[in-house]
């Protein structure tokens, strides 16, 4: 994780967010528009991620926290895909769970390493 800055990473997890919540609303047989919630937190999270690259704190911080609410919204449907046993379902929410995660670890180390540079 040290080698990526914070816009690759949350980058990275704004285009898989878009392309798998598609993928997942395009292929089912009963698309809810629930399912598009990834989706539009996708586009917020590459709107924001020129300003995020250039360590704008507000922009990087509103990023953040969108990042940390799409992760608390992808818990419902990864225990749902999981209750109904639906393997597709499991893998492409499990793979927005990680991504997710790694953008959020990847903003808490910037926010601690711009503290410690501030400090010294």
Avoid: C, D, W
């Avoid at 080698?3 to 292929?27: D, R, T």
């Avoid at 917020?44 to 360590?55: P, Y």
């Avoid at 379902?89 to 910037?110: D, E, G, K």
């Amino acid at each position: 994780m040290k080698n990526f800055l914070p816009y690759q990473v949350s980058g990275l997890n704004a285009l898989l967010l878009i392309l798998i919540g598609s993928y997942g609303y395009l292929q089912s047989s009963t698309p809810s528009p629930t399912a598009l919630i990834p989706v539009g937190f996708g586009i917020i999270l590459l709107a924001m991620n020129k300003g995020v690259k250039a360590e704008n704190k507000i922009i990087a911080h509103i990023a953040v926290t969108a990042t940390l609410l799409i992760l608390i919204g992808l818990i419902m449907p990864l225990k749902s895909a999981i209750a109904k046993g639906n393997m597709g379902a499991i893998f492409r929410v499990s793979i927005m769970v990680i991504t997710t995660i790694l953008a959020i670890i990847s903003f808490v180390q910037s926010f601690i390493k711009a503290r410690k540079e501030r400090e010294n």
